[in-house]
């Protein structure tokens, strides 16, 4: 991976495309979004791509005046004509004059509509679906990280299936999880957003007070405060303290080693665009307790894990209980993830799928 080359206005002959991937904020974030960026930066050389990271503002889909002006101000320095991989977050959010005023080769890489986001206003919605209607529209090439976007792309954004390119999240190869756990250990990994049903989750467990385990809550806490205080304050109404510990981010070592130790994994998001948590947990083994929501019917197998409506604390308390109660279930739950888990796409097939999207923009 290269930093983004001083100011030029041509591009100069290589033997090697080049591809300029923007991305909105921090690259370290521990997001999937973020990792899925990191790991397709670290893989472009062996499809045969030479990339460069452009870093743009990091308030998108909000972006203030002031940043979308400095988001013109460098896709504006870019080489003319060069082809630009840009992550939908900020893509979807441009203003058609800024994605006209500049001469790229635009391919936008989508991990689920803007709109999608739980929490937003109902005008706020409808701005950013008109917004990435527009501006999806104007892209060369449309890249997902699964088919269920994809086709939400082409039936709800006008987004043509020439245009469309599904190239799935990688996992990386994991030992399978042994844990020994004097009780069930369940184990969530996801920021601490509405969109994930954290709120959910522990509504879930104050109805599970009679059973014997705990909970591990992995995820950043900082991103929304109004939501984390949700949390703290739900968890300690239920007088659950002693059973949920918030454990924050958590570096890769220690996320893999909580993996490793889990009994079960437990997410009720209330949408996922795939949701890369739940293929991690496949990789370990974990059977997996989850929502019917966007792709995560598509990533996580039937006999996998218990899928259960959104929004439904009760049905999620049921299908906890199952799997807490029942080890027979839980084993077998666990044989059918592992099972799953060696077959999911490398981040070499991630690289690889969208290649066929650059190429597809190329002069």
Not at 57 to 68: D, N, Q, T
Not at 269 to 295: N, T
Not at 341 to 352: E, V
Request: charged residues 20%; aromatic residues 6%.
């Amino acid at each position: 991976m290269k930093a983004m080359p001083p100011v030029r206005r041509t591009n100069r002959k290589s033997p090697v495309p080049e591809v300029w991937f923007a991305i909105p904020g921090d690259l370290a974030t521990r997001t999937g979004g973020y990792a899925y960026a990191r790991n397709l930066l670290a893989a472009l050389p062996g499809a045969g791509w030479t990339p460069h990271h452009v870093r743009l503002p990091g308030g998108f889909p909000m972006p203030s005046a002031g940043e979308l002006a400095a988001t013109r101000q460098t896709l504006s320095q870019l080489p003319h004509n060069a082809i630009v991989l840009i992550d939908g977050l900020a893509f979807g959010a441009l203003p058609c004059d800024v994605i006209k005023s500049v001469n790229l080769r635009f391919v936008a890489l989508v991990h689920h509509p803007l709109c999608q986001e739980t929490g937003l206003s109902n005008d706020a919605a409808r701005r950013l679906r008109a917004s990435e209607t527009m501006a999806l529209g104007l892209a060369r090439a449309v890249a997902t990280t699964s088919r269920h976007t994809a086709d939400q792309l082409r039936r709800d954004f006008d987004v043509p299936e020439n245009k469309l390119y599904v190239s799935y999240p990688g996992t990386k190869n994991a030992l399978r999880a042994a844990p020994k756990n004097p009780v069930p250990q369940l184990l969530t990994v996801a920021t601490l957003t509405h969109r994930k049903g954290h709120d959910t989750l522990i509504q879930a467990f104050s109805m599970l007070k009679d059973l014997s385990w705990h909970s591990i809550l992995v995820g950043s806490m900082e991103r929304d405060p109004v939501v984390t205080a949700k949390i703290r304050t739900l968890i300690a109404s239920q007088g659950l303290q002693q059973r949920v510990s918030l454990r924050g981010e958590l570096d890769e070592h220690a996320l893999d080693a909580a993996y490793a130790d889990a009994d079960v994994f437990a997410l009720p998001s209330r949408y996922e665009g795939y949701g890369m948590a739940f293929a991690e947990a496949l990789a370990c083994g974990l059977p997996i307790v989850a929502c019917a929501a966007g792709a995560v019917v598509d990533t996580v197998p039937a006999d996998a894990g218990l899928i259960v409506p959104p929004d439904d604390p009760v049905a999620l308390a049921t299908a906890l209980r199952r799997v807490i109660s029942d080890i027979v279930l839980r084993r077998n739950l666990a044989d059918a993830a592992w099972s799953r888990g060696r077959s999911l796409p490398t981040w070499n097939d991630t690289a690889a799928g969208i290649s066929m999207a650059l190429r597809s923009a190329q002069p």
